[in-house]
């Protein structure tokens, strides 16, 4: 066993990988026990180095494939199995979406499945540590990544936040979609509020966390400009990892919950109205597909960011006029939202002490921009006082 994964996992070339290869297919049955447990114990180490279960699946599924994948969640599965129900905030919903356990599968022959599980293995002990954002399973929950709510107990404003937004992402009509996701984020700044001045009344030890959202290709650049916007908007800070292609944002914990429900939302409303302008162009004799769907994205992002940052204003300044509810005074709204914004500020910094800008790859079809920007109008977040109120109390 030791020659065998000493050879493989630590060279580069795969002459090392089909030896060692052999070496397990040639061992006894009772050693696929030895070569799972070695498994979950790489799998226990990147935990260590900061991975999460969504992470480790996400780089996974890009640099092998789908076998490596469901080989990836049985030993998930089998090593987080330990912790029973003591597992860190996020990680429920990140188990739950695992691919179905492999265990029972046992595709090709003995040399095959060694093979993919040697490769599965050389990646995950080459990892690098990753910025911690949350504690590992098995730790004392540590002050910095205290969650109010419990990690699988979703509030009733979550739930439904999420039903408008599976809406809007469903109907054909964009008017319906502007409406139902306008409220959806109107409805996202006021929990966020409301969450910030009961922590500050009962003096709540909230503190800033942090979640990992995927970035995938193509046109990550331009999503995750989408996804900064998202942040920005809902009072978080957005960090991108271009190479192993998520974000990292930082925030409280309702504001979190916010930022990946409204911009997987909003990336699927953005594709959908892509590929409908796409189509109209190609109709028109326009093959500029590439472009296009860059300058599009880009727009829709730009374009966005300054909706959802309006909406995000008027909800605050509705609250603090006492509307649409208990609310609470400018003197007392506006110093919380302000601590609160130096406090994921300076966890993003203790985070991320080195973070570095990178040039965009920009807009090149005009074309493509104008129906990025009308998009993103369609699916706009208004700010308006009158419309929030009747939305919010509807």
Request: glycine share 8%; hydrophobic share 45%; aromatic share 6%.
């Amino acid at each position: 066993m030791e020659q065998a994964l000493g050879g493989a996992l630590y060279a580069d070339d795969d002459d090392a990988l089909d030896t060692a290869a052999s070496l397990l297919a040639a061992a006894p049955p009772a050693a696929d026990a030895e070569v799972a447990r070695r498994g979950e114990e790489f799998v226990r180490r990147a935990w260590e180095r900061g991975w999460q279960p969504a992470d480790l699946v996400r780089i996974v599924r890009r640099d092998l494939g789908d076998t490596h994948v469901r080989l990836l969640a049985t030993l998930i599965t089998s090593e987080t199995r330990r912790y029973g129900q003591d597992l860190p905030p996020r990680w429920a919903a990140q188990l739950t979406a695992l691919p179905a356990d492999a265990s029972g599968e046992r595709p090709g022959d003995r040399f095959t499945r060694m093979t993919a599980a040697l490769e599965l293995y050389r990646l995950l002990v080459r990892l690098p540590a990753l910025e911690p954002a949350g504690p590992v399973p098995g730790a004392p929950l540590h002050h910095a990544f205290h969650r109010a709510a419990p990690a699988g107990d979703e509030p009733r404003m979550l739930v439904r936040i999420r039903g408008l937004l599976a809406k809007a992402e469903a109907t054909g009509f964009p008017e319906e979609a502007e409406a139902l996701t306008a409220k959806a984020q109107e409805l996202m700044a006021r929990y966020s509020i409301d969450e910030a001045l009961l922590a500050a009344r009962t003096h709540r030890p909230d503190l800033p966390g942090a979640c990992r959202v995927g970035v995938d290709a193509p046109y990550e650049q331009a999503k995750a400009i989408l996804l900064d916007a998202v942040a920005t908007a809902n009072r978080c800070r957005a960090v991108w990892n271009s190479g192993l292609g998520f974000s990292t944002v930082v925030g409280f914990e309702p504001d979190l919950d916010a930022v990946e429900l409204l911009f997987t939302s909003l990336l699927v409303q953005g594709t959908a109205a892509m590929t409908r302008a796409e189509a109209a162009q190609r109709a028109g004799g326009r093959k500029r597909t590439k472009t296009f769907r860059q300058s599009f994205l880009l727009a829709y992002a730009d374009r966005l960011g300054s909706r959802l940052a309006e909406t995000a204003s008027g909800v605050a300044s509705q609250v603090a006029s006492g509307g649409a509810g208990e609310g609470g005074s400018d003197e007392e709204l506006l110093p919380v939202l302000a601590a609160r914004d130096v406090a994921v500020t300076a966890h993003a910094e203790r985070l991320f002490p080195e973070t570095v800008r990178t040039r965009v790859r920009g807009a090149t079809d005009a074309d493509g921009w104008q129906h990025g920007r009308t998009a993103a109008d369609a699916a706009r977040m208004p700010g308006r006082p009158s419309a929030a109120r009747g939305e919010l109390d509807g």
